[in-house]
């Protein structure tokens, strides 16, 4: 009787020691706020489109996505900064729309058979690459949030934006106004939106506080009303209007 009383206690003391370990393994550890990375998407549409697509329907593409942190929510390592590209290539900028992390170095290679000049003299991060010809690139390094309007100094067809933001959680619309951010990690942001043919108010308007909890989140839908655009031609980096491009000496082949 006695032995079975020792083993017994023996193995009730094996029991206790293993459910008051510290040494927790992580396969079953507690599940904390840090550890949910989320998949988060969502819907924008577009009312009084001015652009449709070939099937009759609002072009909703191009329109940023991003999510910016409160300062209660837990900090995580932000994604390594990579370098873009931002291509000039049949006499247009490709994409036409980029978000980007402020920090990131985006390359400008000239895919054309002749010069271009990119520059941008707007908010954001003004500069001027000058003329450089096929098959050379130049880089520029997004230092602080903004919206970057990006043009060609000889040929005026040719427009970008870059928007920097100061997170890592961003994305851009899909033709049908469709878009996902992963890795987001569980917490409060900002929701914000920028479009290029929308207005500062209702921007504002759409910007919304969402708490982000499961594995995959569902923002819902936001509605941006084109109707208010006037598309306007821009002036040239010195402020001028631009000059016919064919009798310019950069606009030949080099």
Same mark, same amino acid.
């Given at each position: 009787?006695?032995?079975?009383?020792?083993?017994?206690?023996?193995?009730?003391?094996?029991?206790?020691?293993? %459910?008051?370990?510290?040494?927790? @393994?992580?396969?079953?550890?507690?599940? =904390?706020?840090?550890?949910? #990375?989320?998949?988060?998407? $969502?819907?924008?549409?577009?009312?009084?489109?001015?652009?449709?697509?070939?099937?009759?329907?609002?072009?909703?593409? $191009?329109?940023?996505?991003?999510?910016?942190?409160?300062?209660? =929510?837990?900090?995580?390592?932000?994604?390594?900064?990579?370098?873009?590209?931002?291509?000039?290539?049949?006499?247009?900028?490709?994409? #036409?729309?980029?978000?980007? *992390? &402020?920090?990131?170095?985006?390359?400008?290679?000239?895919?054309?058979?002749?010069?271009?000049?990119?520059?941008?003299?707007?908010? $954001?991060?003004?500069?001027?690459? $000058?003329?450089?010809?096929?098959?050379?690139?130049?880089? &520029?390094?997004?230092?602080?949030?903004?919206?970057?309007?990006?043009?060609?100094?000889? #040929? @005026? *067809?040719?427009?970008?934006?870059?928007?920097?933001?100061? =997170?890592?959680?961003?994305? %851009?619309?899909?033709?049908?106004?469709?878009?996902?951010?992963?890795? %987001? @990690?569980?917490?409060?942001?900002?929701?914000?939106?920028?479009?290029?043919?929308?207005?500062?108010?209702?921007? +504002?308007?759409?910007?919304?506080?969402? =708490?982000?909890?499961?594995?995959?989140?569902?923002?819902?839908?936001?509605?941006?009303?084109?109707?208010?655009?006037?598309? +306007?031609?821009?002036?040239?980096?010195?402020? *001028?209007?631009?000059?016919?491009?064919? #009798?310019?000496?950069?606009?030949?082949?080099?």
């Amino acid at each position: 009787m006695s032995f079975s009383i020792r083993k017994c206690a023996g193995i009730l003391l094996a029991i206790c020691a293993l %459910v008051f370990s510290t040494d927790v @393994p992580s396969a079953v550890a507690p599940l =904390t706020q840090n550890s949910i #990375h989320c998949l988060v998407h $969502g819907q924008i549409a577009i009312i009084n489109p001015k652009i449709k697509l070939r099937n009759g329907k609002a072009d909703c593409s $191009g329109i940023a996505v991003w999510l910016d942190p409160l300062k209660e =929510t837990p900090k995580t390592e932000p994604p390594r900064l990579s370098k873009r590209t931002l291509e000039q290539r049949g006499k247009r900028f490709i994409p #036409h729309i980029m978000v980007i *992390q &402020v920090g990131t170095e985006v390359d400008f290679p000239n895919r054309d058979p002749f010069f271009h000049n990119v520059f941008s003299v707007y908010d $954001g991060k003004p500069f001027d690459l $000058g003329l450089y010809a096929n098959g050379e690139s130049r880089p &520029v390094r997004f230092n602080r949030p903004g919206i970057s309007h990006i043009f060609c100094n000889i #040929h @005026p *067809q040719m427009s970008a934006v870059i928007v920097a933001v100061q =997170t890592p959680y961003f994305a %851009v619309s899909a033709p049908d106004g469709s878009y996902s951010i992963e890795d %987001v @990690p569980a917490g409060t942001y900002r929701l914000r939106l920028w479009h290029e043919r929308s207005d500062e108010q209702q921007l +504002a308007a759409e910007s919304r506080f969402v =708490t982000i909890e499961s594995a995959v989140a569902n923002l819902g839908l936001s509605r941006l009303d084109e109707a208010g655009y006037i598309p +306007a031609a821009h002036k040239d980096k010195n402020g *001028q209007d631009y000059a016919d491009e064919s #009798h310019l000496p950069a606009y030949r082949k080099p």
